[in-house]
């Protein structure tokens, strides 16, 4: 039987047995009630102080999440920081180097080009013949100062563009002698691109816009 029912039944006793003395004998039955009433006030005090011990951890425990909260998020902020701050500073990811697009256009230098106006005929039945030596000649011709009145495939700023229209900016040795080729006006180009020789025929006014080619790329033995 649970304690607080058999302080119920012992207070109640008392109380019978306490008016029973005070009708025969007439005396106080004051004492017996209040040790009485000291017994539920015990149990009240207990109950009380267990619930208050189950809101103390409940309020404990709230306060040690809430605490481990701005951890994470002070985390998450610092990674956001980060990030922001690389892009204001124009930083990139690591990966941005290797992912950027090339420069486009060639790494022929001008000082592999030699340019030469010899006024040479060539002919479309003796082109390979007559454009083989191109490659070892020595111009006694080169490249005048001011050779743009002839067409921009005449100077070397010109003849690089015409190069790139042509396909043939990766060669690493240019020749190219201003002439006629049957009879018009031509500039013969004789490429080395990795030990490769070819030949090509263009018109003077070559360009990046317009290749201008009188004759194709044409190997030479």
């Not at 479309?124 to 001011?146: G, M, W, Y």
Request: net charge positive.
């Amino acid at each position: 039987m649970p304690d607080h029912l058999v302080e119920r039944i012992n207070a109640s006793l008392a109380a019978e047995q306490a008016q029973r003395a005070a009708t025969m004998s007439g005396t106080s039955v004051t004492p017996l009630l209040a040790s009485a009433r000291r017994r539920p006030a015990r149990l009240v005090f207990a109950v009380a102080g267990a619930a208050a011990v189950v809101v103390l951890v409940a309020v404990v425990g709230s306060n040690l999440f809430t605490m481990s909260q701005p951890i994470s998020v002070t985390g998450s902020a610092a990674l956001a920081s980060t990030s922001s701050a690389r892009e204001l500073s124009g930083g990139a990811p690591p990966n941005a180097a290797a992912k950027a697009p090339k420069p486009s256009g060639s790494a022929l230098s001008a000082s592999a080009i030699t340019i030469q106006h010899s006024g040479t005929r060539y002919t479309r039945a003796d082109f390979v013949t007559q454009a083989r030596p191109l490659r070892t000649a020595t111009f006694s011709q080169p490249q005048p100062q001011d050779a743009s009145d002839l067409g921009p495939a005449a100077t070397t700023p010109g003849l690089i563009e015409c190069l790139r229209a042509i396909g043939a900016a990766e060669a690493q040795v240019v020749r190219a002698d201003v002439g006629l080729y049957d009879g018009r006006p031509a500039v013969i180009i004789v490429t080395t691109t990795n030990g490769i020789l070819m030949a090509y025929v263009v018109g003077p006014q070559c360009s990046q816009a317009d290749a201008a080619v009188l004759r194709p790329a044409t190997p030479l033995p």
